[in-house]
């Protein structure tokens, strides 16, 4: 595709939130991409990106997308203001790497990967952590091998903080669909499909906001495994180390996975393992550069995947029966 001076990959950035700056540092690195444009309806958050990473600022994500020098896009969005917006990015023509979850509902998702699946366009969602060096680490010891049993859980006190969308269900989802969803997400890349989930959910402790807030899961894959997943976000703590961790059962062996690194068990002796991480930024912007969509591990089909399985898991809990997947697509 054309690119700018240097063949730089001039992005243009819509959503300027917490989330966004741990992206636009790395384009800031990257010494083939800069950052052309961004936009919040917040017009200092905007203006601060703007100071800080360069870029004209934006109150109007049209006006954004009007600019004819953009190259790519980034959606940093809250999860309730996905649709209209992706779908303009799409029809603009520019490849796009947009946060998790990609949607609240199959519907809208679905309607934004087919549209984006017409245009034909190179698309990543912010699973990073499939770019980490313990996901490599991970996958390369289980290839080939037999998995029996998968343990996931995602345990943390940031549900503590009442007010945020965060907390609201009809704008995150809930802590499964917004928050957990990496670590389910992580299971699927390191053990694979999930055929089936059942789950049960409760409001034990944080009374004051209208999502669950403790969840557990049972999991069966498709290719035999089963699995458990847990989730809370009531925890006094600032330890994010219970939080996206997997432990997996494999052949006679073990391995408990987590982004810092690898812990394997065998005969008895554990070691861990440690590689540097890769980057999901470098790994897009290599992508639209070159064309080649193999190092995307999280393009937007596959995202649409994930969600559907917090969101069967919503479903088996209000409805106390086991949801397939399967049946999901279809509707």
Known sequence: MATGEAGQVRVGFIGCGGIAQGHLRALQEHPHARVAAVCDVNASAAERAAERFGGEPYTDYRSLLARDDLDAAYLCLPPFAHGEIDLAVIERGLPFLVQKPVALDLATARQIA???RRKDLTTCVGYQLRYFGAA???????????????NGYYWCGVGRGTGHWLVQRAKSGGQLVEQATHTLDMLRYLVGEIRSVYALQAQRVLHEIDCPDVNALALQFENGAVGTFSSTWVLDTSDWNLANVCEIAYDDRRLRWTAGGVTFTEAGKSREEKRPDGSIDAEFVNAVRTGDRSLIRSDYDDAVRTLAVTLAADESARTGQPVALAALSRR
């Open 114 to 116: 087919d549209a984006a």
């Open 136 to 150: 490599d680490t991970a996958r390369e010891a289980l290839a080939g091998r037999t998995v029996g049993l998968a």
